[in-house]
């Protein structure tokens, strides 16, 4: 057989492109694993894996979210604590912590939770660190049963003190002083929702979470949307790794589907 110098070349060609091609899908592996590597090797997670158990504090009265143990943040919660903790067994990786809207904060600050999935507003203080969204909230208004056609014009519009919902229909109503009749502010979603019964507002703005919690037979939704709330894990600033790694972990989880399957399986984001 003759030599051929063009086929020598060719094959040359192809033997350095296929180890090019290995080596830059190597560098690949190393820069995405890269973070990862990083954010588990910082001192909140040390303490977190030393101790055996990720603490998370959750609801207990948000159905579909976290409501008797079970809901959408519950296995969130559990699934997340599993990333971090891969050799812990999956009963004892993770402990809760009973949270409110009040409380969240506090749970954090005095240690008892290192992370929390309770329907946080996003950046919503800058006391603690927020993962990136891992649920988004459509936020309506309710009224009570029949008096839905009232314009939001003319209506008395209540929300919860110092919350994002009042925080922003205050700013649209600088800017569009006609949007709502009247903003009143409430200290407690049972306090706005008897104000409405009784008929001191004629709408409760609120998220949507919310809605499906109190919503009855005696209440009704208006058509009008006003935006939406993005929920994101909460952490401390001396933790903000964990606010990472809960961002690679939604990363994973919306790869392979288990985000949306969650949803489903909890009649949640429809």
């Given amino acids: 057989m003759k030599w051929r110098p063009g086929r020598f070349v060719l094959k040359a060609n192809r033997r350095v492109l296929l ?8 560098l690949v592996i190393v820069l995405v694993s890269l973070p990862s590597q990083q954010l588990r090797n910082t001192p909140e997670l040390s303490i977190i894996k030393e101790r055996g158990v990720l603490r998370v504090g959750v609801r207990t009265d948000m159905p579909g979210f976290a409501q008797d143990g079970q809901g959408f943040e519950i296995d969130l919660a559990t699934r997340f604590a599993q990333y971090l903790l891969p050799d812990a067994p999956a009963s004892s990786a993770v402990e809760f912590v009973t949270v409110d809207a009040r409380t969240l904060g506090a749970h954090i600050d005095n240690g008892d939770a290192d992370v929390v999935l309770a329907l946080a507003p996003k950046d919503f203080s800058s006391s603690y660190v927020y993962s990136r969204a891992y649920y988004e909230d459509a936020c309506r208004f309710l009224c009570v049963a029949g008096k839905e056609s009232l314009p939001l014009s003319q209506a008395r519009v209540g929300t919860l003190q110092v919350s994002p919902l009042s925080s922003r229909l205050s700013s649209r109503l600088k800017s569009e002083p006609a949007y709502v009749g009247e ?47 993005e929920y994101a894990l909460m952490c401390g600033t001396d933790a903000p790794a964990l606010a990472g790694l809960f961002d690679l972990f939604l990363d994973q ?9 969650l949803m489903k399986t909890y009649s949640l984001g429809g």
């Fill in 19 to 26: 180890f090019a091609g290995v080596f830059v899908a190597a």
């Fill in 183 to 229: 903003q009143i502010q409430f200290a407690s979603y049972p306090d706005m929702l008897y104000a409405l019964v009784s008929g001191q507002i004629d709408a409760a703005l609120m998220p949507g979470a919310y809605v499906s919690r109190y919503l009855d037979s005696s209440f009704t939704v208006r058509s009008e949307e006003f935006g939406t709330l």
């Fill in 253 to 261: 989880c919306e790869d392979d589907g288990t985000l949306e399957s």
